[in-house]
Every structure is written in structure tokens, then in C-alpha cells.
């Protein structure tokens, strides 16, 4: 399987799991507000800081957008492209966010596909504090409590990224679903690695909830190859559920852009895809 160095020291734990309670969410996100303001509005309501959503539909006017590009230096091993600028809006089609806390306020990651005008299917990094919703947009998933994701330096990667944390001082006794609280970090497989945590944690079967990250290039199940090394990926449906011999299997759909602004789809081949800086989700029991 593909490894990275990152110019920075390695934690022996290569992923941050906490337990937590998870509450499912449906919402409908109104024209008018920032992605960003929205969506900090709608979990104030449920009472939440931290959650692990999906978008669909709608339409954002105006839209801004990073993709993956090469490291302009040697203390990372990849980078962000120029701002890209949509000022005349794009039709928006699905993207995955984590939402949690930067710096005590609200912050969200989110990796999405759209159409802009002209017919141009792309996938990219959102700039949540940049984007205006112009035409209502569909929220899923759910929000969690008993810890937050918060936005923390990474020793390893050089970057500051979202990391689950327990709650301090709080204990979640509120009823709500069980889950987990996933963050994985560089050169673990993205499956065999979410496949190992539900047996740790005693999960028979888990439903993926968000799912935003990178991963070292792609291989697809169906063969197909992504040969960049940097890419954005959102997973657009992933669950672990056992085999015909009982195994804990992870399926996991994802759309990605890499680094010379090419967008591929598909379902990753288990045990060749480690994760490039980050990757975050949250697992529902069952």
C-alpha cells in the first residue's frame, strides 16, 4: 500500500476515536446565510456544537472553492490551490461536512460536488464563511454529544485539522444513538481501518455519517486508478456490515478531485487507499 512522509513526527495512535451519543438530523437550510451561519444556527437549535452531515440540492450564489495542489514548501506534503470565485452561483449536488469548534467558535470542513454554469461537473474544498445559499439545500446525518470535533495542530502533518475530543467535565447521559467519533490519520487504510474500530468497539454493523478527508491517490474497485498523490475525497454513502462469513466488511461510495482538477466516483478498493493528511467521520452503531 502507497505511504507518505510527513515532515513532522508520527503518533503512534493512528486514529482518535471517542464514544459518543448521536442524534439524527433533517433540515431543510434556508436561502439568505453563509453555509456557515446556516448550519451554526440549525445545531444551536438542537442544542449541539459538533455533528457529521450530508448536503444535497439547492444552490449557493456566490461560490468559492479550493482544490488540491502541491506543497509549496517541504513542511507539508500537499497544499490548497488558488481561490477559485463562482459569483454567478453554481447548482450544488451533494457534499459531506464535519461540523465542530475552531478556537471555541463554529467551523465546519466541508468536501462537495456541483454543476457550474456552463455544465462543469466539480468536486473541491468549500469555503464555508464564502458561500451564500441561494436556493434551499437539504441537510442529513446527525449531531453528536458527549465530545466535540475541534480544530487542533497536527505535529505530523503540519496542519491544524479537526479532531474529536471528549467533552470536558460533561458526561452524555441524554438517550441518543450510539456512535463513534472517527478521526483517521496518515497511511492507514480507510476501510480495513473503519472495519478494525467496529470490532474494538463492539459494533456488529455501523452506517457512515459525513465522511471528509484525503487519501494518497485512489483505487477504485472496479480497477480504475487515480494517480495524484493529492486529493479531496467525501464519502457519499458508506456502511460496515459483515460478509457471508461474518466478517465486518466497509462499502464505502466516494467522490474525489485531485491535484490537476480531475473528478472520479466510485467504490474504494478495501486495503489500498491510506488516508493523505486527515480523514473524519462519525459511525452509528447498526
Excluded at 129 to 139: A, G, N
Amino acid at each position: 500500500m502507497r505511504q507518505i512522509l510527513h515532515p513532522g513526527t508520527p503518533e503512534p495512535e493512528r486514529s482518535k476515536i471517542i464514544s459518543v451519543q448521536a442524534e439524527s438530523l433533517d433540515a431543510t437550510l434556508a436561502p439568505g446565510s453563509t453555509l456557515l451561519e446556516s448550519l451554526a444556527r440549525l445545531l444551536a437549535t438542537h442544542g449541539a456544537t459538533s455533528g457529521a452531515l450530508r448536503l444535497g440540492g439547492g444552490a449557493f450564489r456566490p461560490f468559492s472553492y479550493v482544490m488540491p495542489a502541491a506543497s509549496p514548501d517541504k513542511e507539508h506534503v500537499a497544499w490548497f490551490s488558488h481561490r477559485f470565485e463562482v459569483p454567478e452561483g453554481v447548482r450544488f449536488v451533494e457534499g459531506s461536512v464535519t461540523f465542530g469548534l475552531r478556537n471555541g467558535d463554529p467551523w465546519l470542513h466541508c468536501h462537495a460536488i456541483w454543476v457550474e454554469p456552463g455544465g462543469a461537473r466539480r468536486c473541491g474544498h468549500l469555503l464555508p464563511d464564502h458561500v451564500v445559499i441561494s436556493e434551499p439545500i437539504r441537510v442529513s446525518g446527525c449531531t453528536i454529544r458527549g465530545g466535540d470535533f475541534t480544530v487542533v495542530a497536527d505535529p505530523e502533518s503540519n496542519f491544524s485539522l479537526f479532531e474529536p475530543r471528549p467533552e470536558q467535565g460533561v458526561e452524555a447521559k441524554r438517550a441518543g444513538i450510539r456512535a463513534l467519533a472517527v478521526r483517521l490519520r496518515p497511511n492507514v487504510d480507510v476501510c480495513t481501518a473503519l472495519e478494525t474500530i467496529c470490532v474494538e468497539h463492539g459494533f456488529n454493523a455501523a452506517v457512515v455519517q459525513g465522511g471528509v478527508g484525503s487519501i494518497v491517490g485512489t483505487v477504485f474497485e472496479d480497477g480504475r486508478r487515480v494517480l495524484p498523490i493529492a486529493t479531496e475525497m467525501m464519502i457519499r454513502s458508506g456502511r460496515i456490515e459483515p460478509d457471508a462469513a461474518g466478517n465486518l466488511r466497509a462499502t464505502l461510495d466516494v467522490a474525489l478531485v485531485d491535484d490537476t482538477e480531475a473528478v472520479n466516483e466510485g467504490r474504494l478498493q478495501r486495503g489500498d487507499n491510506p488516508v493523505l493528511i486527515t480523514f473524519e467521520l462519525v459511525l452509528l452503531a447498526g
